[in-house]
């Protein structure tokens, strides 16, 4: 099933007038990394993975499992020609990983990362405002997108495992960037959702903690967030 819907994804691609291959570079090469970058790959784009050991053997066998031409790199090696930017990297690390990273003006920086610090009682909100305002904060010439921070990378590669439609919540200031990022998300079979600009951030990375807070709680509750506008 996975295989026939990254085929029907790539023929979407290259068959809707004004689809671009864009240059990706996927920052962090651990589990979201390692499922958006083949994903994404699937859709016709090249992947640059941007990883802080570009030649362990994890990264190298990354790079033969996305098609396309992909390849590995230092993070800050792998923005330099790319369009959009994953930041797929530790939730509490990501105001110090995205200025490591250089200028980042103009590109469009998909955010799938949640701010959650460990407490005595489970997880808790680490951080006053949210990511994506602080990576929106640390790069403020780029297009910051919030997305895919509200399902497990195991629903991202195999959506269909749900049972039903997925969403994926998307905050960000620019049009144009939400509408490209919306493009990556449908192309994988997933639902994408306009939740307005990136000062909702907070909410949606929120939403995770609730999400966690059931799947490894008392109830052991899974669920996915399925959201739809009101015609
Ligand atoms: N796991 C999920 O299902 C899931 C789902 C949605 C959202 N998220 C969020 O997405 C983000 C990534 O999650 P993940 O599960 O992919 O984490 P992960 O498996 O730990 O991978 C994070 C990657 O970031 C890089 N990294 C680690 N420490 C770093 C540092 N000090 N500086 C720069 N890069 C560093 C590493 O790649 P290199 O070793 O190659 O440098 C590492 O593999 C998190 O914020 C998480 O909350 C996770």
């Known amino acids: 099933m996975q295989t026939i819907r990254s085929i029907l994804a790539a023929l979407f691609l290259f068959t809707v007038a004004g689809a671009q291959a864009e ?20 859709q016709g784009h090249t992947i640059v993975y941007g990883s802080r050991d570009p030649s362990r053997s994890d990264v190298a066998e990354l790079v033969t499992r996305t098609v396309g031409g992909a390849s590995a790199t230092t993070q800050a090696e792998a923005v330099k020609d790319a ?17 490591s990273l250089g200028d980042l003006s103009g590109k469009i920086i998909i955010d799938p990362t949640n701010p959650l610090k460990r407490s005595e009682t489970g997880l808790e909100f680490g951080v006053d405002t949210s990511n994506g305002q602080i990576i929106q904060a640390a790069a403020p010439d780029a297009y910051v997108v919030k997305a895919f921070n509200t399902l497990n990378w195991k629903t991202m590669v195999d959506p269909e495992e749900s049972g039903g ?27 994408a959702i306009d939740l307005g600009g990136i000062e909702n951030a907070h909410w ?25 506008k009101v015609p």
């Not at 369009?83 to 200025?99: C, F, S």
């Open 23 to 42: 240059t990706i570079a996927v920052i962090g090469t651990g589990s979201v990394g390692g499922a958006l970058g083949p994903e994404f790959a699937a």
């Open 83 to 99: 369009d959009i930017v994953v930041l797929a990297v530790p939730g509490l690390l990501v105001e110090e990983i995205t200025k």
């Open 165 to 191: 439609p997925v969403s994926i919540p998307l905050v960000g200031d620019n049009a144009a960037a939400k509408a490209t990022v919306a493009a990556l998300v449908e192309g994988m079979g997933l639902e």
């Open 204 to 228: 949606v990375e929120g939403m995770l903690i609730l999400w966690i807070n059931n799947r490894y709680g008392s109830t052991r509750d899974s669920f996915d967030y399925h959201l739809r």
